[in-house]
Nanobody, 127 residues
Framework: QVQLVESGGGLVQPGGSLRLSCAASGFPFSAYAMSWVRQAPGKGLEWVSDIHNGVGTTDYADSVKGRFTISRDNAKNTVYLQMNNLKPEDTAVYYC????????????????????WGQGTQVTVSS
């Protein structure tokens, strides 16, 4: 069965860095575009970043552009999110999610618009 397992979250001071990982299994990972989304306490789901299959085109929300980098290793069936210069407003549960096969619609911000998502990993940015 399809599984997405996030890891790498934690507590970090403002200005610090974290690298999130999402290990995928149960499907042909290289064929699918993947996303990172997040949900802050008391707020709705926020799209963070996409990485397409194939050439791996990337896209970022304005709130993280220039600070976060999404990447994928198809040999390891893993998608990453490198987060630098973290801010308190980045505090959230971060989820990786699988987009529907062959989709042309990206930047999705509802769980119902994704095929699958993981259990999430907590990122807390605080001094």
């Amino acid at each position: 069965q399809v599984q997405l397992v996030e890891s790498g979250g934690g507590l970090v001071q403002p200005g610090g860095s974290l690298r999130l990982s999402c290990a995928a299994s149960g499907f042909p990972f290289s064929a699918y575009a993947m996303s990172w989304v997040r949900q802050a306490p008391g707020k709705g789901l926020e799209w963070v970043s996409d990485i397409h299959n194939g050439v791996g085109t990337t896209d970022y929300a304005d709130s993280v552009k220039g600070r976060f980098t999404i990447s994928r290793d198809n040999a390891k069936n893993t998608v990453y999110l490198q987060m630098n210069n973290l801010k308190p407003e980045d505090t959230a549960v971060y989820y990786c999610a699988r987009l529907p096969l062959g989709t042309a619609v990206f930047r999705r911000s509802a769980f119902s618009e994704y095929d699958y998502w993981g259990q999430g990993t907590q990122v807390t940015v605080s001094s």
